[in-house]
């Protein structure tokens, strides 16, 4: 007997459904990312750039992203910092590809075979078309991707909520501060973001073989040295929750320092003799080992290459300008940066004044917040971190020689007009009560998810930023987007949808001026006597 449609939906698992939402909800605005970001480079970038005209690092990245294509491996740019997986990415997509492309033309007609011999398949387009073309789009599919293996449980499969899930995805993908101008360039930018959420939506989908998570965290890393810290902050989370399931008591601990000081606990009781405790002890370090085994071989794969190979530096050239420095007042930047960028979600929830729980309603009215720090805080604990802070302001305002010297950035305007020398001391201290709110707004926001992110999140983020002695904000994109995705977790209310598009319309309007500055405001450089022109950017 044959089993009608209606039941045969029904026998579905919800597994199945979630592909299938993850697959009609990411392609297809994949695509249409990709088209429109290579029309934009290829009709609005590229005819305003020479054939060879680079922009700053390019001159770096381009050359080296060539050597590859020519499989030189053995040349290498003292100038570059980052290790080769944009460069080797690069070669393994567009030479076969170019090749496969001139002889379909050939066999056409269109082109000749002198014309095939000379052509480059890595040409400076080609090489920018593989950010632009390839790192939005799967940024926005590995984030969508990231949403939905992380609130499976929670997100209810409505239209509007799938809706919500994508422009979400969509916002991250065109983040202002990678999209333009970094996506229509060749930097390692894009793609360091990029593959970070590739990996990490690997590791969210329990049935990705554990090779290709090897793969994709090695890829990440590749990328960018530091993507290494968020395979750390993948492996505190799962040890984190394998001691939960193993020692139940650690998970009703809400505060970090209990749950720190339960789990030692646990752990300590476990070290006895007692036979029973012993095996729980040996269950929870096979339950680790089992879970964190693809992220602790990247990890101890890349402390080897920086112990035994790279003369223990993390980066592998220009040593004397990235020497490692703590630099705390990073931290306090990034909050900065943080409150900017999420302005226009906040913004959007306070106007539909429609919120989940009175916890999160609080986070979007800063006179209720302010107000509860008054009355359930401890007033002494305010004045220390107020007091922190500013001794960090006072001690730690510093500057490294490319912020001060490189005038084709923001941040030398912004460093210029508020903390250069001339400029009156007080204005280094007007936002430290930002600095203290915005520490407390994102602990509370963070709080939606486990207790086990929040500790994570707040042990790998400042490992991140405070070893950073450059102002830069492209290192803050990471970081912010995984406090994004972890903070968004119970907004899937009916105004969400329209939060999100909101804050997608402000996103583009803000990558449309940093844009147009970008390409039709160029300046004469004042980084050599050459008389060229220089651009505007990050």
Same mark, same amino acid.
Request: aromatic share 18%; charged share 15%; hydrophobic share 45%.
């Given at each position: 007997?044959?089993?009608?449609?209606?039941?045969?939906?029904?026998?579905?698992?919800?597994?199945?459904?979630?592909?299938?939402?993850?697959?009609?909800?990411?392609?297809?605005?994949?695509?249409?990312?990709?088209?429109?970001?290579?029309?934009?480079?290829?009709?609005?970038?590229?005819?305003?750039?020479?054939?060879?005209?680079?922009?700053?690092?390019?001159?770096?990245?381009?050359?080296?992203?060539?050597?590859?294509?020519?499989?030189?491996?053995?040349?290498?740019?003292?100038?570059?910092?980052?290790?080769?997986?944009?460069?080797?990415?690069?070669?393994?997509?567009?030479?076969?590809?170019?090749?496969?492309?001139?002889?379909?033309?050939?066999?056409?007609?269109?082109?000749?075979?002198?014309?095939?011999?000379?052509?480059?398949?890595?040409?400076?387009?080609?090489?920018?078309?593989?950010?632009?073309?390839?790192?939005?789009?799967?940024?926005?599919?590995?984030?969508?991707?990231?949403?939905?293996?992380?609130?499976?449980?929670?997100?209810?499969?409505?239209?509007?909520?799938?809706?919500?899930?994508?422009?979400?995805?969509?916002?991250?993908?065109?983040?202002?501060?990678?999209?333009?101008?970094?996506?229509?360039?060749?930097?390692?930018?894009?793609?360091?973001?990029?593959?970070?959420?590739?990996?990490?939506?690997?590791?969210?989908?329990?049935?990705?073989?554990?090779?290709?998570?090897?793969?994709?965290?090695?890829?990440?890393?590749?990328?960018?040295?530091?993507?290494?810290?968020?395979?750390?902050?993948?492996?505190?989370?799962?040890?984190?929750?394998?001691?939960?399931?193993?020692?139940?008591?650690?998970?009703?601990?809400?505060?970090?320092?209990?749950?720190?000081?339960?789990?030692?606990?646990?752990?300590?009781?476990?070290?006895?003799?007692?036979? #029973?405790?012993?095996?729980?002890?040996?269950?929870?370090?096979?339950?680790?080992?089992?879970?964190?085994?693809?992220?602790?071989?990247?990890?101890?794969?890349?402390?080897?290459?920086?112990?035994?190979?790279?003369?223990?530096?993390?980066?592998?050239?220009?040593?004397?300008?990235?020497?490692?420095?703590?630099?705390?007042?990073?931290?306090?930047?990034?909050?900065?940066?943080?409150?900017?960028?999420?302005?226009?979600?906040?913004?959007?929830?306070?106007?539909?004044?429609?919120?989940?729980? #009175?916890?999160? #309603?609080?986070?979007?009215?800063?006179?209720?917040?302010?107000?509860?720090?008054?009355?359930?805080?401890?007033?002494?604990?305010?004045?220390?971190?107020?007091?922190?802070?500013?001794?960090?302001?006072?001690?730690?305002?510093?500057?490294?020689?490319?912020?001060?010297?490189?005038?084709?950035?923001?941040?030398?305007?912004?460093?210029?007009?508020?903390?250069?020398?001339?400029?009156?001391?007080?204005?280094?201290?007007?936002?430290?009560?930002?600095?203290?709110?915005?520490?407390?707004?994102?602990?509370?926001?963070?709080?939606?998810?486990?207790?086990?992110?929040?500790?994570?999140?707040?042990?790998?983020?400042?490992?991140?930023?405070?070893?950073?002695?450059?102002?830069?904000?492209?290192?803050?994109?990471?970081?912010?987007?995984?406090?994004?995705?972890?903070?968004?977790?119970?907004?899937? #209310?009916?105004?969400?949808?329209?939060?999100?598009?909101?804050?997608?319309?402000?996103?583009?309007?803000?990558?449309?001026?940093?844009?147009?500055?970008?390409?039709?405001?160029?300046?004469?450089?004042?980084?050599?006597?050459?008389?060229?022109?220089?651009?505007?950017?990050?």
């Amino acid at each position: 007997m044959a089993v009608p449609k209606a039941a045969r939906r029904a026998q579905k698992s919800p597994a199945q459904y979630s592909k299938t939402a993850i697959d009609s909800g990411s392609i297809l605005p994949a695509v249409v990312l990709s088209t429109v970001t290579w029309y934009l480079l290829q009709y609005v970038v590229q005819p305003l750039f020479g054939p060879d005209e680079y922009y700053i690092d390019e001159e770096f990245h381009v050359p080296q992203a060539q050597h590859y294509c020519r499989a030189e491996f053995y040349k290498w740019d003292p100038k570059i910092t980052t290790l080769p997986g944009l460069y080797l990415l690069s070669s393994i997509v567009l030479v076969p590809f170019m090749k496969v492309y001139d002889t379909i033309l050939s066999l056409l007609g269109i082109l000749d075979n002198d014309v095939l011999r000379i052509n480059d398949p890595c040409s400076l387009v080609a090489l920018r078309a593989v950010n632009a073309v390839g790192a939005p789009a799967c940024l926005y599919y590995a984030y969508y991707c990231c949403q939905k293996h992380f609130f499976q449980n929670d997100i209810k499969k409505t239209k509007t909520e799938k809706w919500t899930c994508m422009f979400l995805a969509l916002n991250v993908a065109t983040f202002p501060v990678i999209y333009a101008p970094y996506s229509m360039l060749y930097y390692t930018d894009a793609w360091a973001t990029a593959s970070v959420f590739l990996w990490y939506s690997s590791h969210l989908n329990n049935e990705t073989h554990f090779l290709v998570k090897i793969i994709f965290g090695g890829f990440s890393v590749l990328c960018r040295q530091t993507n290494v810290a968020w395979l750390v902050f993948v492996s505190i989370i799962d040890v984190c929750h394998c001691a939960e399931q193993c020692f139940p008591r650690i998970k009703n601990n809400v505060s970090i320092f209990s749950y720190i000081k339960a789990s030692i606990i646990e752990l300590y009781y476990c070290c006895s003799i007692t036979k #029973n405790k012993s095996k729980k002890l040996i269950e929870f370090f096979h339950k680790c080992l089992r879970v964190t085994c693809p992220s602790v071989i990247v990890i101890v794969s890349f402390v080897l290459f920086v112990i035994f190979l790279n003369n223990g530096d993390i980066v592998v050239g220009d040593r004397y300008a990235h020497i490692p420095r703590f630099h705390p007042m990073q931290l306090c930047y990034f909050v900065i940066f943080v409150l900017a960028f999420s302005l226009p979600w906040l913004l959007s929830q306070v106007y539909y004044k429609r919120h989940i729980s #009175n916890s999160i #309603n609080k986070h979007f009215n800063l006179a209720k917040s302010l107000s509860e720090i008054y009355n359930n805080t401890s007033k002494v604990l305010v004045v220390i971190l107020l007091i922190i802070i500013s001794g960090l302001v006072y001690f730690n305002t510093i500057a490294h020689p490319y912020l001060l010297a490189d005038n084709r950035h923001y941040t030398f305007y912004v460093w210029r007009l508020l903390f250069s020398p001339g400029k009156p001391v007080f204005l280094r201290y007007l936002p430290v009560p930002f600095y203290a709110f915005g520490l407390w707004l994102m602990d509370r926001t963070l709080m939606q998810s486990s207790t086990a992110y929040r500790l994570a999140y707040w042990i790998v983020t400042p490992l991140i930023l405070c070893a950073q002695f450059l102002l830069e904000p492209r290192y803050f994109v990471v970081p912010y987007l995984m406090y994004r995705l972890h903070s968004n977790k119970h907004f899937t #209310n009916n105004h969400a949808f329209k939060a999100a598009f909101i804050e997608f319309i402000a996103y583009q309007v803000f990558n449309f001026f940093i844009m147009r500055v970008f390409l039709y405001s160029p300046f004469i450089s004042t980084m050599d006597n050459t008389g060229r022109l220089d651009r505007f950017t990050w």
